[in-house]
Nanobody
Framework: QVTLVESGGGLVQAGGSLRLSCAAS????????MGWFRQAPGKEREIVAR????????AYEDSVKGRFTISRDNAKNTVYLQMNSLKPEDTAVYFC??????????????????WGQGTQVTVSS
């Protein structure tokens, strides 16, 4: 059984920074691509960023490109999301997710089988 636990959310002013962490257990972590998703109230869940198993390939949605950075430390079974220049529209619950199969490289939430409980990020204007 895979367990993902996020941490690092909170309240921050616009222009500020937060670093989210997602600690994984229960699977050979380095074989699987990971994603960060978010869901704002009344909106659908959307992907924010993804990273491949060894961390040398990343992808970002246009809304966060240049402000957010995804990374991973396979020795610690942890993936990170560094969020800079935060905006009020970044306010959401953020989730990390682990892909269904090794090698899956996807923006779709349905291609990720394991999810964390979520961490709230609130950006005040």
């Amino acid at each position: 059984q895979v367990t993902l636990v996020e941490s690092g959310g909170g309240l921050v002013q616009a222009g500020g920074s937060l670093r989210l962490s997602c600690a994984a257990s229960g699977r050979t972590f380095s074989r699987y691509n990971m994603g960060w998703f978010r869901q704002a109230p009344g909106k659908e869940r959307e992907i924010v960023a993804r990273i491949n198993g060894n961390g040398d390939n990343t992808a970002y949605e246009d809304s966060v490109k240049g402000r957010f950075t995804i990374s991973r430390d396979n020795a610690k079974n942890t993936v990170y999301l560094q969020m800079n220049s935060l905006k009020p529209e970044d306010t959401a619950v953020y989730f990390c997710a682990l892909a269904r199969y090794a090698g899956v490289w996807s923006r779709r939430g349905s291609d990720y089988d394991y999810w964390g409980q979520g961490t709230q990020v609130t950006v005040s204007s």
